[in-house]
């Protein structure tokens, strides 16, 4: 079965709308496993270039399947870049989103938030890094002083180099390097080390979306734990059925 098949057929199985904020992005979807809780906790965070082309569906399939090996999914969404529903992103309100959708879980009974993991794709992953890093960000930053820190961050073919990105990258953060330089080292992977918690990098091989050498760079310099599985394309890293997302499964299982 394809995965665009897989994400069609997922759209029937919504689980339960939670909303964190008045907009109508500011929502996630909690997909509970079977049996009493506390469950441990997946955050899933869809990639697209922040943008609203593309939104928590593309990540249904995943987060179902970590539905069905016992972990809660947590399958949030947030502003993107662009007009329309879904529009209003950009900085801050894309890193407040994920922060407070994040903090939302506090919330939300049946979970066990000592187990929390933030499993990002592409775009997505570039946000799940972030997030993993907001315990250490300066007060007042976007994002600071979680209520909710991830134990584990899962990073699928994600941007780890904001500064080696394409222009989404400056049109998420609202201007260039040199325009806005303090926002780039708030929201940088490279510039958010060291790591504060365990993480992984699942890049596959073959990507041609965003080169692995790239997440070969971020392990080098983070010490991340980082997996390339040969013949593996970008999107294969949301495809429940891929190496790539059974390696990251079976890590935020192993937690």
């Known amino acids: 079965m394809s995965l665009a098949v897989r994400v069609a057929l997922s759209a029937l199985r919504r689980g339960t709308r939670h909303r964190y904020g008045p907009g109508p992005s500011q929502v996630a979807d909690l997909h509970l496993p079977r049996g009493a809780g506390p469950h441990p906790v997946a955050v899933v965070l ?24 016992g972990v809660a999914a947590w399958n949030l969404e947030y502003r993107r870049l662009g007009t329309g529903r879904g529009g ?31 499993v990002g794709h592409s775009a997505g992953g570039h946000l799940a890094l972030w997030a993993g890093a907001r315990a250490g960000l300066p007060r ?15 990073a699928l073919a994600p941007v780890t180099h904001l500064r080696r990105a394409d222009d989404a990258a400056s049109e998420l953060l609202g201007g260039t390097v040199e ?77």
């Open 46 to 69: 869809h990639g697209g270039h922040w943008r609203t082309g593309f939104g928590r569906l593309v990540t249904r399939p995943v987060a179902l399947d970590l539905v069905s090996h």
């Open 88 to 118: 209003g992103g950009g900085w801050p309100a894309t890193f407040d989103d994920v922060a407070a959708g994040i903090d939302a879980l506090a919330g939300v009974d049946g979970l066990d938030l000592d187990r929390v993991a933030v």
């Open 140 to 154: 007042g930053a976007p994002g600071a002083g979680p209520v909710v820190g991830p134990s584990l961050v899962v």
């Open 179 to 255: 325009q806005v330089p303090e926002r780039w080292d708030l929201a940088d992977p490279m510039s958010l080390l060291p790591l504060s918690v365990p993480t992984l990098v699942v890049h596959p091989e073959a990507d041609t979306t965003i080169p692995v050498a790239r997440s070969r760079d971020y392990a080098a310099a983070s010490g991340a734990e980082l997996v390339t599985p040969p013949g593996e394309v970008h999107r294969d890293a949301v495809d429940p059925t891929s190496a790539s997302w059974r390696t990251a499964r079976a890590r935020v299982l192993q937690w």
